[in-house]
């Protein structure tokens, strides 16, 4: 099982440039979600999704949208990229996000952001 | 949410048990206690839950107290590969996807 595959491992942009960062999994997950991690810092939420077609804001939406058109994708696009989007990006996905008793996520290994 | 406190570092000696503690003052009836892991710069990994009993598996021992107001993470014999931060999260129903890591706690554990 690949698990929980983001792709790239490392970007960097130029101000005001455009791109998306993808995630995927193949575990046939419900939930998935985006993270980032500023240096030294915890980790905030992002936006996240429920279920294909359904994508609610976490902690820091501004700045991003996403989609989730299918099960297994859910892409995380930057708008128009700012130096202070430079952080690390984190993608989990769990079985499903309102099953509380057996919620466990998982990650995965991030994708290094840097914008000039 | 109910938010969680822990400390920001911690240190334990290699072999002993590593005592990793979180105070959830405000969690509700509904909600479970969660605890992750972040080795470095990896993808967090998740380590136990429970909700009001104590909780043991192959990675670690979970002891939530009676008001449920606090717990502890107990990995039995640290080792050098549990230097990590580990975060603790109470997490139920009624956050309906919103999982929210606070900045959790720096365990070092030292030879």
């Known amino acids: 099982n690949a698990g929980v595959t983001q792709t790239p491992k490392f970007q960097v942009l130029k101000t005001g440039q455009s791109m998306t960062l993808q995630c995927a999994q193949d575990?046939?997950?419900?939930?998935m979600s985006w993270y980032r991690q500023d240096p030294g810092m915890g980790l905030r939420l992002i936006h996240y999704s429920v279920g294909a077609g359904i994508t609610d804001q976490g902690e820091v939406p501004n700045g991003y949208n996403v989609s989730r058109s299918t099960t297994e994708d859910f892409p995380l696009r930057l708008l128009s990229a700012a130096p202070s989007q430079t952080s690390v990006y984190f993608c989990?996905?769990?079985?499903?996000?309102?099953?509380?008793?057996?919620?466990?996520?998982?990650f995965g290994s991030g994708t290094q952001l840097s914008v000039l | 949410d109910a938010k969680t406190t822990q400390p920001t570092s911690m240190d334990c000696a290699e072999g002993r048990a590593a005592n990793l503690p979180c105070n959830h003052s405000?969690?509700?009836?509904?909600?479970?206690v969660y605890w992750y892991r972040q080795i470095h710069s990896q993808g967090p990994q998740y380590i136990i839950h429970g909700l009001k009993n104590n909780e043991t598996n192959e990675m670690a021992s979970l002891i939530i107290t009676e008001d449920r107001k606090s717990s502890t993470l107990i990995l039995p014999h640290a080792t050098l590969r549990d230097t990590a931060v580990y975060y603790c999260i109470a997490y139920g129903s009624s956050n309906t996807g919103k999982l929210i890591f606070g900045q959790g706690t720096t365990l070092q554990v030292k030879p």
């Open positions: 989990a996905s769990s079985y499903s996000g309102l099953a509380v008793t057996n919620e466990k996520l998982f």
């Open positions: 405000t969690i509700s009836g509904n909600e479970y």
């Open positions: 575990m046939n997950h419900e939930y």
